[in-house]
């Protein structure tokens, strides 16, 4: 029987589960009509007594499926509801007949372990993440120490290097948010901010890529602003700032648009580039972890993370990213958020 035959203890399925009882007390019912006519009953006699007998049968198996049937269904019900199942035993009500306080047995001990892998799990994401932000800690003072000795020199060997560890700083950066993101809740701050800061600051941070690739930043934002945590938004204006510049961009625009009604108004805060753009195929996978599409197998060096994040980041600060991208012509990234 199919999974979804059985999302709820209904009569039918009761009466199919428990047939070889209906069978069974058919027969004695046909016995004891048999030994009542043998022992010199009348017709009507016999007919009282089988339909007392049978009376009796049928309340039986009639109170049988209601208690297990409120059981049952009170379990699916918050199996259904829960989004941690391990917490089930602690929503749902103890069955009250045998074969119930069995299996609720059994799922006490499933939650209970459960929980434990569950915290186990979360204990080694936990450590994972606290020594992924000491190593990024610890390597972003032989990345300072070089930018300083970069700084100090000249021609074009220095600015390949500093266009190199731009890219591993970003890269650093892109690690850092990864192993970050899933906390997100607990780890930012919604405030006013002012969108073209935003897209300066990230035009400031990327430099060196924006200048070595001739992408020229245009701004076209006005005083628009709105609310959103200033680092982790800044992080996304990044990836896509970047990817624009690795991906053949000449020009760089960020634009906003104001929708809405005055209470409920948001801002379309758009990232658009005139790059290679990504091809129809690619459009539907390209906020995927790990996918790097048509552009990213011909660069070589793209790990499909920085969309991934973007998409995941958005959707954790309750925000909307979407890209709208013809090939030849370039890509339009929009992330719509609350107007402040």
Not at 151 to 170: F, H, N, Y
């Amino acid at each position: 029987m199919s999974r979804e035959a059985v999302s709820r203890f209904s009569f039918i399925l009761y009466c199919k589960d428990h047939l070889p009882s209906f069978m069974v007390a058919a027969c004695t019912l046909a016995c004891v009509t048999f030994v009542l006519r043998v022992l010199g009953l009348n017709v009507q006699a016999v007919v009282m007594v089988c339909c007392l007998v049978a009376a009796g049968m049928a309340i039986i198996f009639l109170w049988d499926y209601l208690r297990k049937r409120r059981a049952y269904n009170q379990l699916l019900e918050v199996a259904r509801e829960l989004e941690q199942v391990r917490h089930l035993t602690a929503f749902a009500t103890e069955p009250s007949f045998l074969e119930g306080r069995v299996a609720w047995r059994a799922l006490e001990t499933l939650s209970k372990t459960a929980g434990d892998e569950t915290a186990h799990i979360n204990e080694d994401a936990a450590a994972y993440q606290r020594y992924v932000e000491l190593w990024v800690h610890e390597i972003k003072t032989p990345i300072t120490a070089c930018k300083l000795v970069l700084s100090r020199m000249k021609g074009p060997d220095a600015t390949t290097l500093r266009q190199e560890v731009e890219r591993i700083e970003l890269q650093v950066e892109q690690a850092l948010y990864y192993v970050r993101h899933q906390a997100l809740s607990s780890d930012y701050a919604i405030r006013r901010i002012s969108l073209v800061e935003v897209a300066r600051e990230s035009c400031k941070r990327n430099q060196n890529m924006l200048i070595s690739f001739g992408v020229r930043p245009v701004f076209e934002l006005g005083e628009a602003c709105a609310f959103a945590d200033v680092q982790w938004l800044g992080f996304v204006v990044d990836q896509l700032v970047s990817n624009a510049a690795k991906y053949g961009a000449t020009e760089v625009v960020f634009r906003s648009f104001a929708q809405g009604e005055a209470s409920q108004q948001t801002v379309q805060f758009e990232i658009a580039d005139n790059g290679k753009g990504i091809s129809a195929a690619d459009l539907p996978k390209i906020f995927e972890r790990g996918f790097v599409g048509e552009n990213g197998r011909a660069k070589g060096s793209a790990t499909g993370m920085g969309l991934y994040l973007c998409a995941n980041i958005c959707k954790l600060m309750g925000l909307s990213i979407e890209v709208f991208s013809q090939v030849g012509k370039g890509s339009r990234f929009v992330i719509t958020l609350p107007a402040a």
